[in-house]
């Protein structure tokens, strides 16, 4: 199973979309075993996918002990190769209480992923834009990371950062790569023509050559609660997505034809 999280620390960028995008191209286009993880407390990834819940088992349950075993939080989707694990706002609880653990925690993620290795092919965690002590663990269990990003003032700023993040990342998993920087949310005009060439201009960024292109279907699916790809097949934003995880396939090294 090879791990992947979705992160950067600026909000708004295109994260969730592109985590519940991703899981839904590699799952039901295809057809790996996909298992989505909501690593962010707002729980839009599990809105997405219909099993958001307050009261339900939820990665925070992994995280504070009171799940023995990952299989206790794993909800089935309503498609056959994608299973999640769903978030709420207990993870705000669970942060806090990781932050006081006088036991280093950075591991719990990546050992309790290691009881399902066998059953996914790929695992794609959504992440909040944050650093705590929930998205460390997920960069201590992922292989890859994919940074989002869009074409305003500031994005260049939190590139950077993240940059410095997974270095830091490396002390405590040595094997953690850059996938790549994808832009989102794209238009044709020179803002976004700008954002681009300077992506481009500096190789440590990884910047993808598929870029996802700004739709109205993106925010339409999230009221439908339902990837792009379902809701809307033919839209420019769900031909971005498939173009983008066979990109991402080749450069990880993975198989395009599942």
Known sequence: MKTISIINLKGGVGKTTTAVNLAYALGEEMGYRVLLIDNDKQGNASQHYGVHSYDAPSIADIFEGRATCLGDVIEHTGYDNIDMIPANMDLLDANVHLIYDEVPRQQILRDALGVVQDDY???????????????????????????????????????????????????????????????????????????????????????????????????????????????????????????FAVELLVRIGADVDG
């Not at 094997?175 to 500096?202: E, P, R, T, W």
Request: charged share 20%.
């Open 121 to 243: 092919d790929f695992c794609i965690i959504d992440n909040a834009p944050d650093i705590n002590m929930t998205t460390i663990n997920a960069l201590a269990a992922s292989d890859f990371v994919v940074v989002p990003v869009n074409s305003d003032a500031y994005a260049t700023d939190g590139i950077d950062r993240m940059m410095d993040i997974i270095d830091d990342a490396r002390k405590f998993n040595p094997d953690i790569a850059l996938a790549g920087c994808v832009l989102c949310k794209y238009q044709n005009n020179a803002a976004n023509q700008q954002m681009l060439q300077f992506l481009q201009s500096y190789p440590q960024y990884c910047a993808f050559e598929t870029k996802i292109r700004l739709t109205p279907k993106v925010d339409e699916s999230t009221f439908y609660r339902a990837p792009v790809f379902d809701y809307s097949p033919r839209s420019a934003a769900t031909a971005d997505y498939r173009e």
